[in-house]
């Protein structure tokens, strides 16, 4: 992110923002409004907007609803945040750059807006640590999908896909038989052989497993 010319503090409460005095007493250009027709961006300014928690609407999990609505536009934060109010994690997986609360010492405020306006979040490192260890986490279970996906279209037969795709779109054993030209006996018998390829015990597991690697047995076909 470019130089942020400005602070743009959507503050409704009619308690003065003390958060911007403070953002201007280390030289940060700010500016106040009190209603959300206040807040068109305007063109020629490079603005990092904070959202304050104390007075605004909010959704389920404590963040602003128009934190929400810009979230996607331009780079927001919250401030006067109560910590009983809102779901860290949702704020950050939202996109909100950092929160700022209201039991908050000056000094720790003053840091997180330098380190906003520097382009980083502002969380607690506890958090930020436990996400990054789910979104690995996530990655490593997608990749032993992935290898557990092939090593089982490695063993099924070209017929078995067949029939995988067949039992997928509704077809009984007698309809997979007469598609195919082959008796009900031998459809029987590949079905077993697949619930044993694919670990399904019955047909809604077989179900499962391909609307899980449809994809991939698609590819195979």
């Not at 003065?16 to 940060?28: D, K």
């Not at 979230?71 to 109560?82: E, F, I, N, T, W």
């Not at 704020?91 to 380190?115: C, F, H, N, P």
């Amino acid at each position: 992110m470019s130089k942020v010319d400005e602070l743009v503090f959507l503050h409704q409460v009619s308690t003065p923002c003390n958060l911007a005095i403070l953002a201007e007493s280390i030289g940060l250009k700010t500016r106040i409004v009190k209603q959300v027709s206040e807040l068109e961006p305007l063109s020629d300014r490079n603005s990092f907007y904070l959202v304050g928690q104390e007075g605004a609407a909010l959704d389920n999990r404590g963040i602003p609803l128009l934190a929400i609505r810009l979230v996607s536009h331009v780079p927001v934060a919250l401030y006067q945040v109560d910590r009983k109010k809102l779901d860290p994690a949702s704020a950050l997986l939202l996109g909100i750059r950092g929160l700022l609360y209201s039991d908050q010492r000056m000094d720790l405020m003053l840091t997180g807006l330098r380190k906003m306006v520097a382009d980083e979040l502002w969380y607690d490192r506890t958090l930020i640590s436990k996400m990054f260890r789910q979104l690995v986490d996530r990655l490593e279970t997608s990749d032993d999908y992935s290898q557990d996906a092939e090593e089982i279209l490695q063993v099924l037969t070209k017929r078995e896909r067949t029939i995988i795709q067949l039992v997928s779109s509704g077809a009984r054993n007698k309809e997979i038989a007469d598609n195919l030209c082959i008796s009900e006996h031998t459809v029987k018998a590949h079905i077993s052989s697949i619930f044993r390829k694919t670990h399904s015990r019955n047909r809604v597991e077989l179900l499962r497993w391909a609307q899980t690697y449809g994809d991939h047995l698609a590819l195979c076909s």
